[in-house]
């Protein structure tokens, strides 16, 4: 992954009968990091995809597949993501009762490793495994659906995660998930995300890869 500031499409807002197309497209633009759902109507009232779209896309993809689970029991699934070709795995702190034996799975399993709180999980649960991460992912709306509205609250959480990665000596990314927008994609940057996710905004109009390099510009001036 790049150092600087970086804008992931999310491939849940996009037309899936043509999704190799529409991810080529952006690759070609120059979006590096793909951001992955997967929801399983448990964990999430949403379901979407499986390993079987992660294995079909790494054949015509060369980006970094950021793959964020949002499904109950993350701990059975982790090595067929792996296997499919993930380059990192996130997994929700309120998925598992044990997150630190997870992190170790996912390393031990030969990925990057990265943990998502929703909008009502304080940041200090992470006190304990923060320097095992690659990434801690803010979640700036309930997840489970692409296009709703950013929630404020996640800018002093964003803040909060960049400030404790100098404090605690660890060396995780920060990323920003949900309502990402022209409006709230700078503010995201500016709170201090390395990595901004974006769904609706990338693949909601008709032209997905000029929105991305719209975003990204948005995010590096
Ligand atoms: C929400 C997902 C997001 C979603 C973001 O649960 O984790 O990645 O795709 O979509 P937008 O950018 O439309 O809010
Ligand atoms: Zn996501």
């Not at 993809?61 to 109950?72: A, C």
Request: charged share 20%; aromatic share 6%.
């Amino acid at each position: 992954m790049k150092a600087e500031k970086t804008v992931a499409p999310s491939i849940l807002s996009a037309d899936f009968a043509c999704l190799g197309r529409q991810v080529a497209e952006l690759e070609d633009a120059g979006a590096e990091i793909l951001h992955i759902d997967v929801m399983d109507g448990h964990f999430v009232p949403n379901i979407s995809v499986g390993p079987l779209v992660v294995k079909a896309l790494r054949r015509h993809s060369k980006m970094f597949f950021d793959v964020h689970l949002m499904i109950e029991q993350p701990e059975c699934y982790v090595e067929d993501f792996v296997l499919a070709g993930a380059d990192l795995i996130t997994v929700h702190w309120e998925s598992t009762k044990h997150i630190h034996r997870l992190v170790q799975q996912v390393v031990a399993a030969g990925c990057q490793v990265g943990v998502a709180l929703n909008p009502g999980t304080p940041f200090e649960v992470l006190d304990c495994v923060a320097r095992d991460l690659d990434m801690v992912l803010i979640m700036s709306v309930n997840p489970g659906f692409g296009g709703q509205a950013f929630i404020v609250d996640a800018l002093a959480k964003i803040a909060q995660a960049a400030r404790w990665r100098v404090e605690m000596g660890a060396r995780y990314r920060v990323e920003v998930d949900g309502g990402i927008n022209l409006d709230t994609a700078p503010l995201a940057a500016q709170a201090g995300a390395d990595i901004v996710v974006a769904g609706a905004a990338v693949f909601g109009g008709a032209q997905p890869a000029e929105a991305w390099q719209l975003l990204q510009l948005a995010v590096d001036s």
